[in-house]
């Protein structure tokens, strides 16, 4: 006697089992956002085009650093600009990785986005040396995003590795024995 495993039910499996190795290759989406973050040396700056302008105030753009959690902890710099584009600057910035977050006027935020400050170039004694360039902005989802290292990279790679040869395995595996009711 002939036994089979139903086709739609081991199908869908293995659709799931091959979309999941894409879906976290993919990594997070980038959040829309409606203000653009930029830093030259010790400087940010955002601008945004989303505020109105309401009893002669565009809004208030924050500063977060990593231990601070809301807006009000943030240091704080009022927007200026037009009805076209406002921006705020932030002038003597440290290193490290920062949140900026806009509040228009009419108490809505126009966005949140992460940043990194680089660290100053260091004099070197030899003149062939050359300083990092700045990473910029990072995108993500609401700020979330984290600049993570090449180990950490690596290990997450072999887990999803793994876990598609496991999924692999069993599915071959329960594909072998005979279909019972």
Do not use: E, H
């Not at 006697?1 to 739609?8: E, G, I, K, S």
């Not at 700020?143 to 876990?163: F, I, S």
Request: hydrophobic share 40%; charged share 5%; with cysteine.
């Amino acid at each position: 006697m002939r036994t089979f495993t139903p086709l739609t039910r081991s199908g869908l499996t293995v659709a799931a089992a091959a979309a999941l190795p894409l879906a976290l290759a993919a990594g997070p989406t980038a959040a829309v956002s409606g203000i653009s973050v930029s830093t030259s040396g010790t400087t940010v700056s955002v601008t945004t085009s989303t505020c109105t302008q309401v009893n002669g105030s565009w809004g208030t753009a924050s500063l977060l650093n990593s231990s601070q959690a809301n807006f009000s902890q943030g240091r704080q710099v009022s927007l200026s600009g037009t009805s076209a584009l406002q921006s705020a600057a932030w002038s003597n910035v440290g290193p490290g990785t920062y949140t900026v977050i806009v509040m228009c006027s009419n108490n809505t935020t126009a966005g949140s986005q992460s940043v990194i400050v680089s660290a100053p170039p260091t004099s070197s004694p030899t003149p062939t040396a050359t300083a990092s360039p700045s990473r910029g902005v990072m995108g993500g989802v609401g700020g979330t995003t984290r600049d993570y290292g090449t180990v950490t990279l690596v290990a997450g790679g072999v887990l999803v590795a793994v876990g598609g040869g496991a999924a692999a395995w069993f599915l071959r595996r329960r594909a072998s024995k005979p279909y019972r009711l």
